[in-house]
């Protein structure tokens, strides 16, 4: 990985974050402006989950001139950015690694590729399990008074917020994992005021997802408790093996004087 001198006068360290900045949209743009042209099909893909949500007979309808232009440039722009996810993480790292110590860098690949695959399982488990709920449930409080009409800008538009929502709500358990292990936040703290956990958790998932929807963020919220008990989980084990039960208990001053007096 080409990495950025440690100590660099300052017009070089913006220049060179206009460099690694310039390689990253051009990387963007250039993948959107192919994808663009694969985007019936890419909408296709997206709508498939929702399909038998859908009023009978019904089809996407662009309401304006410009939807089906605009439509597509922020399907392809979505799919750009999440195809090119890796060069931009590998300009970013390349950038600020030399601001960390060589102890620290070592967390670095481990961390970044956990916040990837977190992000994609949150983006999977939104396709495979919420798409069709919300819709679902959305479009079942139409049905009592009007027919539906199946605006394609509207409906892609909460789907790719929806992914987005829920891809972020699953770097929960890294966070929570850190938090932890580092004892910024004691472990006993996060077990023992787990209520007030719980709360902020449902007011989180009420505040990501973008539909309204009940159904939505009681899923959410299920999902996010299930990743806050597995991270508490492996958090306890990796403190226990490395520093004993005692250390649940630590506070940061705790941990800070534990690692003065082993160095």
């Not at 900045?21 to 250039?30: E, H, K, M």
């Not at 539906?148 to 789907?159: G, P, R, S, Y």
């Not at 009681?218 to 226990?240: C, D, K, P, Q």
Request: hydrophobic content about 55%.
């Amino acid at each position: 990985m080409p990495i950025t001198p440690a100590r660099m006068p300052l017009l070089d360290h913006l220049g060179e974050l206009r460099r690694r900045l310039t390689i990253v949209v051009v990387s963007v743009i250039a993948t959107a402006i192919i994808i663009y042209f694969a985007t019936p099909t890419l909408i296709e893909i997206m709508i498939d989950p929702i399909r038998s949500a859908l009023p009978e007979g019904s089809e996407l309808t662009i309401l304006s001139a410009l939807g089906g232009f605009t439509i597509r440039f922020k399907v392809a722009f979505f799919f750009g950015l999440i195809i090119c996810t890796p060069i931009i993480l590998w300009e970013a790292m390349g950038f600020f690694l030399p601001a960390l110590k060589a102890n620290e860098r070592k967390w670095v690949v481990p961390t970044v590729a956990a916040m990837v695959v977190l992000f994609f399982i949150g983006m999977i488990f939104c396709y495979l399990v919420i798409q069709k709920a919300a819709f679902g449930w959305l479009l079942a409080q139409t049905d009592a008074f009007a027919d539906q009409i199946v605006n394609a800008e509207d409906f892609l538009d909460i789907m790719m917020k929806l992914e987005v929502g829920f891809g972020i709500a699953f770097e929960l358990p890294l966070a929570i994992f850190y938090l932890s292990t580092l004892h910024l936040v004691p472990y006993k703290t996060f077990r023992s005021q787990w209520r007030y956990v719980y709360v902020g958790l449902l007011t989180l998932s009420a505040c990501v997802t973008p539909d309204a929807s009940p159904v939505t963020m009681i899923i959410m919220f299920a999902a996010l408790i299930g990743l806050y008990e597995i991270a508490l989980a492996v958090s306890r084990v990796v403190i226990t093996a490395k520093d004993g039960s005692e250390a649940l208990k630590w506070t940061r001053e705790d941990y800070e004087a534990h690692e003065f007096a082993e160095d």
